[in-house]
């Protein structure tokens, strides 16, 4: 209880600015937390698949496949054997692997933007507490109490380190997400070549992502 009653003086010395520093911390919790796992509950091993879809005269019916059936890389798999017929082949693979990219990519614009955000609150929470200070040594004129000074100035700190501190683990989580996004479009288009060429088919077809700086709409509906 001591703890909290700390962590809570602390925030509460930044006042407004601080809690909104604060309250950016939990959502990037949340995306972080959310995200950690869909990726874990979508993990697979590329080279085991890869390995099934060389051996495999009937390739779904692998057990491999049903191990990793909630990877977007099985799931386009999938969509590629059942599909294979179709005259609307090519359109069906590309909006599936678009998809699929989607939901990968879902929420990170969210970390980004927190990552730029919260140092420029944290800066802006400093400067607005020591014009404050310096308004206040104004009014005392040459009658300052430097303790007081002191204790102005270490409270609109505050809200600098409360911004790096929500903002670097932020753009940190962003960055391995976005490696994770761009590692799992390159074996999503690693399996369609193979297949391609196990199938004899002449389509290659690239799922590239650019998720840097960018606002990305969630995708809602399961593939």
């Not at 604060?22 to 995306?31: E, I, K, P």
Request: net charge neutral.
């Amino acid at each position: 209880m001591n703890f909290l009653n700390s962590v809570y003086d602390l925030i509460n010395r930044g006042k407004e600015i601080n809690w909104v520093i604060t309250f950016l911390y939990f959502v990037s919790f949340a995306v972080v937390l959310e995200k950690t796992i869909y990726y874990i509950k979508t993990k697979y091993k590329i080279d085991k698949i890869l390995a099934a879809i060389n051996k495999s005269e009937n390739i779904l019916k692998n057990k491999i496949f049903d191990k990793y059936k909630n990877s977007p890389v099985v799931i386009l798999i999938k969509t590629y054997i059942e599909n294979y017929n179709k005259n609307s082949f090519d359109e069906i693979i590309e909006e599936t692997g678009t998809r699929l990219v989607q939901k990968m990519e879902s929420n990170l614009w969210i970390l980004s933007e927190i990552g730029h955000i919260a140092p420029l609150l944290g800066l802006l929470g400093t400067i607005t507490g020591l014009l404050k200070v310096f308004h206040t040594i104004t009014l005392m004129g040459g009658d300052i109490d430097v303790m007081s000074l002191a204790a102005g100035i270490w409270e609109a700190m505050l809200t600098t380190a409360n911004g790096l501190i929500v903002a670097i683990p932020s753009f940190l989580a962003f960055r391995i997400f976005e490696q994770i996004v761009e590692k799992r479009s390159n074996d999503m288009s690693l399996v369609v070549s193979r297949l391609n060429i196990l199938l004899k088919k002449d389509e290659k077809i690239n799922f590239k992502t650019d998720i840097v700086g960018k606002e990305k709409d969630s995708l809602n509906d399961e593939i």
